[in-house]
Nanobody
Framework: QVQLVESGGGLVQAGGSLSLSCAASGRTFSKYAMGWFRQAPGKEQELVAAISKSGGTTFYTDAVKGRFTISRDNAKNTVYLQMNSLKPEDTGVYYC?????????????????WGQGTQVTVSS
């Protein structure tokens, strides 16, 4: 069993930055690829970024490329999402999630563990 707890959300003006963290319990964190999803009001949940078990491979949806950076520290059982140059359309609830295989990153149903989510609001 892995428990995921996100932190770092908040309210920021457009152009600002936020750093999200997702702390995992247990000793098996490095066995999972990790993803950050967001749920915007009135929109479907989408994968924002993903990172392989070792951290050597990453994925970003086109809308955040060049602005967001996903990273992980397996020694600290934590995955991060650094968000720069934020836009109002980045507003939503951000969730971290764990999947057993990085190849499944695009399939939300393949993610085994989910955090409770953290709200990010970007004002214009």
């Amino acid at each position: 069993q892995v428990q995921l707890v996100e932190s770092g959300g908040g309210l920021v003006q457009a152009g600002g930055s936020l750093s999200l963290s997702c702390a995992a319990s247990g000793r098996t964190f490095s066995k999972y690829a990790m993803g950050w999803f967001r749920q915007a009001p009135g929109k479907e949940q989408e994968l924002v970024a993903a990172i392989s078990k070792s951290g050597g491979t990453t994925f970003y949806t086109d809308a955040v490329k060049g602005r967001f950076t996903i990273s992980r520290d397996n020694a600290k059982n934590t995955v991060y999402l650094q968000m720069n140059s934020l836009k109002p359309e980045d507003t939503g609830v951000y969730y971290c999630a764990a999947t057993g295989d990085y190849r499944w990153k695009d399939d939300a149903s393949r993610y085994i563990y989910w955090g409770q989510g953290t709200q990010v609001t970007v004002s214009s």
